[in-house]
């Protein structure tokens, strides 16, 4: 692993340890600015500023110089706000529902939606981040909040970072993936209402075809990371195996993701691409087959 990735692997778990911590969704002011530390560190490299040109923008300071516009369009990729090389205004929105403490989020959407048509102005990515970012402070120094927005959605690989680092950052065990994944069978049974009998065993092989059991494992993927544009993505999946699977596991689940792939392409609704996908995957290798 380079020290790129790394880096951003530690930023992906000390956001989850607040949400463990804190064992809700929100984070309060000062954990949004401790979890952008990581985020920070790595973008000022990568852009060749300094302390100085970048450590001021929450309080209004903008250099109108192209390494900082850049450094602020770095800190909102990394943070899935853009979207096809665009601030996207919809993740925007997304994130601030997600992360921000309830206190700040109707200021935080209002600053959003009057600078929402600023980035349309500017082809590069670099110019629209740092305009839009400059007008939503300048809607609100109160409530502008920089380096700190946390990713789109907690994804499995929040979790699983932990444990990954924890074990000197080799590979999770079987067990460790299962644990981590705890939490987010949490969130998607609530959000899809249903029960551990419909859900609880599917990873023994029991499917239950049911509406709400698809959609359940639809929330899992998309959790996970592995769902794009709103279809499965076979390279995602792929891309979570090589960094996370056991050594034992990694070509064993890529036989039966490969196995698999062209499952979703029957389906148009992303609930039944993902349950008929994963029962596949199961199907095809029980022995190996691991779900929340």
């Known amino acids: 692993m380079n020290r790129q990735a790394f880096e951003w692997m530690c930023f992906l778990t000390l956001l989850t340890c607040f949400l463990l911590l804190n064992v809700v969704n929100a984070m309060t002011r000062q954990q949004l600015k401790n979890s952008g530390k990581l985020m920070k560190k790595s973008c000022i ?3 060749d500023v300094t302390e100085e040109m970048v450590g001021s923008i929450e309080q209004g300071k903008f250099i109108e110089e192209r390494n900082v516009m850049c450094y602020i369009a770095c800190v909102y990729t990394m943070t899935q706000v853009v979207k096809n090389n665009k601030l996207s205004h919809e993740a925007v929105l997304k ?5 921000f403490p309830a206190d700040m989020r109707v200021a935080v959407k209002a600053m959003a939606e009057k600078c929402k048509d ?8 670099c110019e ?7 007008c939503m402070y300048d809607a609100d120094p109160a409530n502008f909040v920089f380096q700190r ?6 994804t499995w690989v929040f979790v699983m970072v932990l444990a990954f680092l924890a074990n000197g950052c080799d590979a999770l065990t079987k067990a460790q993936m299962k644990k981590s ?3 987010f069978k949490k969130k998607c049974m609530a959000k899809e209402n249903v029960s551990e009998d419909m859900i609880g065993d599917i990873e023994k092989g029991k499917f239950i075809e049911d509406k709400g059991v698809m959609c359940y494992i639809a929330c899992i993927y998309q959790m996970a990371n592995v769902v794009k544009n709103n279809k499965l993505s076979y390279e995602a999946s792929i891309k979570q195996i090589d960094i996370m699977y056991p050594a034992e596991l990694k070509e064993p689940a890529k036989k039966s993701v490969e196995a698999c792939k062209d499952v979703s392409k029957k389906y148009k609704d992303l609930c039944e691409a993902s349950y008929w996908t994963a029962k596949c ?12």
């Open 281 to 292: 995957i199961y199907e095809d290798d029980p022995k190996n087959f691991i779900f929340a």
């Open 128 to 134: 629209a981040s740092y305009w839009t970012a400059k």
């Open 181 to 183: 994944a705890a939490a």
């Open 118 to 125: 600023v980035s349309k102005k500017y082809k590069d990515i």
């Open 45 to 47: 490299p990568k852009n």
């Open 149 to 154: 927005l946390v990713m789109e959605r907690q």
């Open 95 to 99: 994130q601030v529902d997600m992360m």
